[in-house]
């Protein structure tokens, strides 16, 4: 089946600085990515769709400057936390769509930010 | 998408059937109803999906009622590895829509020894 990878799966980082998250689709190809947010208890929040060449679209009340996001091939996007903050500690989820359409989601990132 | 509404959370005796409802009164024509679950600090889990006919697939079953006002995801032999967060998700075909998945509240289920 589809396979879509995270990484790192968990990491820590000091306020004020940068850290990038990478999701992978591993057996296709997707030319859409999605980026979830997920504090504890609450359930998932998207915060952009990410398409192959182009520009994020970003949530609204995502800061798009804040959360960088990258999509350079069909097979990898990188999302970007600039000058991490302790309320941006959350776990980060990504998603890929097939070509059918079907979305595949990685294990997810938890980022702590100190 | 239509709106869909879940208990926020059930027990289950390990190894009896967990019946999980969900409303979607709004639900379209064309509009499918999906189940994820996710497991403590772990990514979405698909389960299963239908569109009208009831589905069946080596983790659960889906009854769809004839109006398709609601559904019941079936875990037939609960075990502890199923204590999770289940959601329910209308949307129209996967094909059709470049959408994300949207994730309501769902429903935390805790299977009991």
């Known amino acids: 089946g589809a396979v879509v990878s995270q990484h790192p799966s968990w990491v820590i980082c000091k306020s004020g600085t940068s850290v990038k998250i990478e999701c992978r689709s591993l057996d296709f190809q997707a030319t859409t990515m999605f980026w979830y947010r997920q504090f504890p208890k609450q359930s998932l929040m998207l915060m952009a769709t990410?398409?192959?060449?182009?520009?994020?679209?970003?949530e609204q009340g995502v800061e798009k400057d804040k959360f960088l996001i990258n999509h350079a091939s069909l097979t990898l996007s990188t999302l970007t936390v600039t000058s991490a903050h302790p309320e941006d500690s959350s776990f980060y989820i990504c998603s890929a769509r097939d070509n059918s359409g079907e979305q595949y989601f990685g294990p997810g990132t938890r980022l702590t930010v100190t | 998408d239509a709106k869909t509404t879940q208990p926020p959370s059930m027990d289950c005796a390990e190894g009896r059937a967990a019946n999980l409802p969900c409303n979607h009164s709004t639900i379209s024509g064309n509009e499918y109803v999906y189940w994820y679950r996710q497991i403590h600090s772990q990514g979405p889990q698909y389960i299963i999906h239908?569109?009208?006919n009831n589905e069946t697939n080596e983790m659960a079953s889906l009854i769809i009622t004839e109006d398709r006002k609601s559904s019941t995801l079936i875990l037939p032999h609960a075990t502890l590895r199923d204590t999770a967060v289940y959601y329910c998700i209308v949307r129209v075909a996967p094909s059709n829509s470049g959408y994300a998945l949207n994730f309501g509240k769902g429903t935390s289920l805790l299977v009991t020894p």
């Open positions: 239908g569109l009208k």
């Open positions: 990410s398409n192959e060449g182009s520009k994020a679209t970003y």
